[in-house]
């Protein structure tokens, strides 16, 4: 070939800096100054490994599964040696990573200055699940894929628990009890695959069933199908297992829902993608793909026009929007495959956006309850005007970025002829609107209620009681609004990175 | 006639640990008892793993200084469920100890170990 | 034909099916705990049989040791048996 297959030195790091550093703050436990210097210096630094980094692939056996100029290594006397476990950091890679970096970096920043105490092992946790993450869109292979999952779904059980309230107990033990079962799922229809194929390796596995008419022919390969899309639902918190990532999501502190979000919307782009490359030939695929996102679409959105407190209604839409983003991928055309993706980028950060604001909310001391709390207007300008830009990009209103994605999307099933799924998407955008604008007349424009005394210890002030709200949040907010105007305006510069991506997944998908 | 084979034994081993796991992690309401049970169902889907990759007469996929490497990659049993079991079993400990820290805390709150008091929906 | 190499590995099939049913059939969740690790030993030995023994080894050490000894320590800080 024409030049030397290397290993990229960037992948590496951007798995073992963060595990590194959740070994170390864990160790100092309480050294409160020490932490915060580790932590915020080597969230920093992986963000610049994202940005700076070329695209390339890590393999571990040495061997790679697609030779990037086009060639395959494919050799019927080496497939018993060949684990072919294999990362790859492509263009949709760079751009998610950075978007994760950028929170990871505000989240830690904003928990230490909020945590009282033993937040070490606290931050350890949210840099583990920056790596499962991290794992999870790079990897190309079974392997990886498992653990990744595995792994990604205990450490959502320990954020989550974290926070110590009951309730968010409760939803960590549930989510636990049930990776169980969509772990053992995973498993087997990864070996499955393995037993039909022969390979770990995804690329390999896809050449494999291609070349040797796999695809619709075996009743082996929709019992292994249907294992997927059980832990892909289970990841990504659709539709018949939503109630376990809403609780979940509300339960946890309002900053950690950030990552845990971003978490899964990756989770859903990956395994969306892995499970789209894999089965594109099977009937029926696409269509249960797409009949899951607008169930969760739906009902994710219905939930949230019930809920009375911010933090809830939050986190069904988070569910809902989860919803848009799969409705691009199983729509399986490049068209939305795009949609889908830049819906992901978008939604990561104006759900980020709406989160931080309620965060602040909360340190007004009582609690996100449309009923407990009002008038924050008048003593926070500028949260409000935050709070109302990211709920205008969530519903898609046109100079920000929620706008831009949901057109691509409306576009693609439009063209895929199927216009109620267009009609859904609309609809979906009108609600969040209704929704989100019940909690926010409430509790920032409605005038100050003089029966509500701002500043009553509610049960959720236990664990962060009456603080000012910290620098750095609206540093993060003005970062990320900067963020969501610029793609508003110019979606080029995020679309250009997606490209790429959803041109291979539709016209090769073997190659990563 | 089937000829019984260390395989099949195996899957119906798995397959009898599997069914025990579900139902006991589906239908008893002890938390105790549901972790136990969860314990059951990794070592059945371990067993299917294991022995999805069992080749008849073959050898242990462990190069020893005396074995053939010509010959090992065609005997070997396949080494992707073994791999994906090791890591099974250690993220098993890892969610049981998760599940025993989270049942210990909730017993402390509510004084019962009946998952249907405990887990009760409770929202605001 | 049956030769003892089956027969040891039908003894150990039908020790892990009454090792798990009798574990969840206890009302004293010491013994449950106890019982699902004379499962693992009988796991353990089907691993090796279906030679993984590396699997063999850490099933052995972590299924009858580590695991009943967290189960354990859950069963000593709440309650020792099943409430009606």
Known sequence: ?512 | MIEITLQLLSFIAAAILVIVGLTGMLFLDNLIKKIISFTLLSDGVNLALVSLGYVEGGIASILTPGSSVVDFPYNAILIFGPGIVLTNIVIGVSTTAILVALTIVLYKRYGTLKASKVLKGERK | MIDAFMIVAYVMVIAVAIGAIAALLQKDLLRAAFLSGAESVALAFIFQALLAPDLGLTQAIVGTVLLPAIIIIGIFKTRRHEEE
């Open chain 1, 1 to 512: 070939m024409n030049e030397p297959i290397t290993n990229l030195w960037s992948i590496p790091l951007l798995i073992v800096i963060p595990i590194l550093t959740a070994i170390l703050v864990n160790l100092l436990y309480n050294k409160a100054n020490a932490i915060k210097t580790i932590a915020i210096s080597s969230s920093i630094t992986l963000l610049a490994i994202a940005l700076i980094s070329p695209f390339g692939f890590q393999w571990f056996t040495g061997q790679p599964g697609v030779i990037p100029g086009g060639g395959y290594t494919f050799s019927a006397d080496i497939f018993a040696w060949r684990l072919s476990l294999e990362y790859y950091y492509g263009s949709l890679q760079q751009i998610l990573i950075v978007i994760m970096s950028l929170l990871l970096a505000f989240v830690v920043f904003i928990s230490t200055r909020v945590l009282k105490k033993n937040f070490g092992t606290y931050i350890g946790l949210l840099f583990l699940l920056y790596t499962s993450a991290a794992i999870i869109i790079m990897v190309n292979d079974f392997y990886h894929l498992w653990i990744g999952v595995e792994f990604g779904s205990l450490l959502v059980a320990g954020v989550v628990a974290a926070s110590g309230e009951s309730i968010s107990q409760k939803a960590a033990l549930k989510y636990t009890f049930f990776s169980a079962l969509s772990g053992a799922g995973m498993a087997i229809s990864l070996a499955l695959i393995l037993g039909l194929t022969g390979y770990s390796n995804i690329s390999d596995a896809i050449r494999f069933m291609s070349n040797n008419q796999l695809g619709g022919m075996s009743g082996v390969l929709y019992v292994a199908f249907g294992f997927l899309i059980l832990s892909w639902i289970y990841a990504g918190g659709l539709a018949p297992t939503h109630p376990l990532k809403s609780d979940v999501y509300g339960a946890a502190y309002p900053h950690a829902t950030i990552l845990l979000q971003t978490q899964s919307k990756l989770m859903l782009v990956a395994m969306g993608l892995i499970i789209l490359r894999l089965f594109s030939g099977l009937p029926f695929a696409k269509e249960v793909m797409l009949a899951i996102s607008v169930i969760t679409m739906m009902l994710g959105v219905v939930m949230a026009l019930l809920q009375t407190d911010f933090r809830w209604t939050l986190a069904y839409l988070i569910i809902s929007h989860s919803g848009l983003v799969t409705v691009g991928i199983s729509l399986g055309t490049v068209a939305g495959i795009i949609g889908g993706l830049f819906q992901a980028v978008n939604d990561i950060i104006y759900m980020s956006i709406l989160l931080l604001c309620c965060e602040a909310v909360l340190y007004f001391g009582s609690g996100t309850s449309i009923r407990s709390i009002s008038g924050i207007a008048k003593s926070s300008p500028w949260l409000t005007g935050a709070v109302i830009v990211g709920a205008l990009a969530a519903s898609g209103i046109p100079p920000l970025n929620g706008f831009q994605s949901e057109l691509i999307l409306i576009q693609a099933a439009l063209g895929q002829g199927l216009p109620e799924i267009a009609v859904i998407i609309l609809m979906v955008s009108v609600t969040t609107f209704i929704a989100l604008f019940k909690s926010i007349y409430s509790i920032f424009l409605r005038p100050a209620d003089q029966t509500i005394i701002v500043g009553k210890p509610s049960a959720d002030a236990t664990t962060t009681g009456l603080s000012p709200v910290p620098k750095v949040l609206f540093l993060a907010l003005a970062v990320l609004i900067g963020i969501a105007i610029i793609l508003g305006v110019y979606p080029n510069l995020a679309l250009n990175f997606l490209n790429e991506t959803a041109m291979k997944v539709v016209y090769v998908p073997w190659v990563p």
